[in-house]
């Protein structure tokens, strides 16, 4: 049976989002922080169920038919919680932690690093959050990691998580985002990427 197909995958839809909200900021929009609070308001909740951002969360988004039932497709989950954490991400944070030169398991990684010898729990969390067993469990450890993330802001590349996201959320590609992570994570050097965190500014992938 062939899909049909009426928007953007998660990636292109998240780019999207997220370069609409950086610009929206840089000209100057006074509507932006209400916008951006409506996403943080969406932080552990279920897509769909918060109609203050059906338009930035869903729409344009690109669902199988075929899949779209009475619970959110990994599609739904994957734009969610990228834009949602962005928002969280982003709060009180002048510079963008939208970082395309970085993945989310390098981010891991370094931020690993910067909480210490025993790395502040981020490890624990990290094993919670590629192991969870539905998109519920693996919003309530991200977002935790999103947390400690800001606090020592180091930001990461969402269109690509969002991808991660929906590969991991689909159960006949879920390992394949876990070795994904896994690769991330455990191939970081983190010397170069210290050095980098207070340097490198995000310059969008085409």
Same mark, same amino acid.
């Given at each position: 049976?062939?899909?049909?197909?009426? +928007?953007?995958?998660?990636?292109?839809? !998240?780019?999207?989002? =997220?370069?609409?909200?950086?610009?929206?900021?840089?000209? +100057?929009?006074?509507? *932006?922080?209400?916008?951006?609070?409506?996403?943080?308001?969406?932080?552990?909740?279920?897509?769909?169920? $918060?109609?203050?951002?059906?338009? *930035?969360?869903?729409?344009?988004?690109? !669902?199988?038919?075929?899949?779209?039932?009475?619970?959110?497709?990994?599609?739904?989950?994957?734009?969610?919680?990228?834009?949602? %954490?962005?928002?969280?991400?982003?709060?009180?944070? %002048?510079?963008?932690?939208?970082?395309?030169? @970085?993945?989310? +398991?390098?981010? =891991?990684?370094?931020?690993?690093?910067? @909480?210490?010898?025993?790395?502040?729990? *981020?490890?624990?969390?990290? $094993?919670?959050?590629?192991?969870?067993?539905?998109?519920?469990?693996?919003?309530?450890?991200?977002?935790?990691? =999103? @947390?400690?993330?800001?606090?020592?802001? =180091?930001?990461? $590349?969402?269109?690509?998580?969002?991808?991660?996201?929906?590969?991991?959320?689909?159960?006949?590609?879920?390992?394949?985002?876990?070795?994904?992570?896994? @690769?991330?994570?455990?191939?970081?050097?983190?010397?170069? !990427?210290?050095?980098?965190?207070?340097?490198?500014? $995000?310059?969008?992938?085409?």
């Amino acid at each position: 049976m062939n899909e049909r197909h009426t +928007g953007m995958k998660p990636r292109e839809f !998240v780019r999207s989002r =997220i370069r609409g909200l950086v610009a929206a900021t840089e000209a +100057g929009r006074t509507d *932006v922080p209400a916008r951006l609070a409506a996403l943080r308001r969406g932080v552990g909740k279920m897509p769909g169920t $918060d109609p203050s951002i059906w338009e *930035v969360t869903l729409e344009g988004l690109d !669902v199988p038919v075929s899949r779209a039932n009475s619970s959110p497709t990994a599609e739904e989950w994957a734009a969610h919680l990228a834009l949602t %954490s962005f928002a969280l991400h982003q709060q009180s944070i %002048s510079e963008p932690m939208q970082r395309s030169e @970085r993945t989310f +398991g390098e981010a =891991i990684r370094l931020l690993e690093a910067a @909480r210490g010898e025993n790395g502040g729990g *981020v490890r624990r969390r990290l $094993d919670a959050l590629v192991t969870a067993s539905s998109g519920a469990e693996f919003q309530h450890h991200l977002g935790a990691l =999103i @947390r400690m993330l800001r606090a020592e802001r =180091i930001g990461f $590349d969402y269109p690509r998580f969002a991808a991660e996201i929906t590969r991991f959320l689909n159960p006949r590609t879920r390992s394949r985002a876990q070795l994904e992570w896994a @690769r991330q994570y455990s191939r970081t050097t983190l010397a170069p !990427v210290l050095a980098g965190n207070s340097t490198t500014t $995000d310059q969008e992938q085409s």
